[in-house]
């Protein structure tokens, strides 16, 4: 399942999608996923693919936590996402996981679950919660929406999204290739 528009850009009406689709690959399973995006906020999209990828890895590299909560730096996320180093990726964090975290995915009969050997239909936010733990005092800076490189981010996967992971449906990316 494709959660993530990837256009880079989306219109700022663009405050929810839906899809589904059938197929005779997955035993007549019919997909259903749609998306809602907070009050004011448009759907995930673009970097926030990026970001939730390296928040994948970030998340393995911490050896898969029972809790679902990893410690990462700024910078440490964005080499794990592949992004670019620099101001507009560091700009790019807070909004992406704000996006990541108030956007609601609802998914009906197709989120498989092996220990179950069957699809389930759940509402994810695919990010439970978020913040911002400064090593360091904050430097002054001209844009405070914007995450300094040092910063370290405390974020808490969903349990279904880390359950998945775990269980070997999302894989990392081996970064040196």
Same mark, same amino acid.
């Given at each position: 399942l494709s959660l993530v528009l990837a256009a880079s850009r989306v219109p700022e009406t663009l405050t929810s999608w839906e899809r589904s689709w059938s197929s005779a690959d997955h035993m007549g399973v019919t997909v259903r996923v749609r998306c809602v995006a907070s009050a004011n906020d448009v759907v995930p999209h673009g970097v926030d693919n990026d970001i939730l990828f390296g928040l994948t890895n970030a998340y393995i590299a911490?050896?898969?936590p029972p809790d679902n909560t990893i410690q990462v730096?700024? !910078?440490?996320? %964005?080499? !794990?996402?592949? %992004?670019p180093i620099g101001g507009h990726s560091y700009a790019s964090l807070k909004p992406s996981l704000t996006r990541l975290r108030n956007s609601t995915f609802t998914i009906e009969d197709s989120w498989y679950d092996r220990s179950e050997e069957a699809y389930q239909s759940l509402s994810t936010s695919l990010i439970q919660n978020w913040k911002v733990i400064e090593r360091r005092k904050a430097r002054s800076t001209s844009d405070e929406d914007t995450v300094q490189s040092d910063a370290l981010l405390q974020v808490t996967l969903d349990p279904d999204l880390a359950?998945?992971?775990?269980l070997g449906y999302i894989r990392p990316v081996d970064l040196n290739i």
């Open positions: 911490a050896n898969c730096t700024a !910078y440490t996320l %964005l080499v !794990y996402a592949a %992004l359950r998945s992971i775990r």
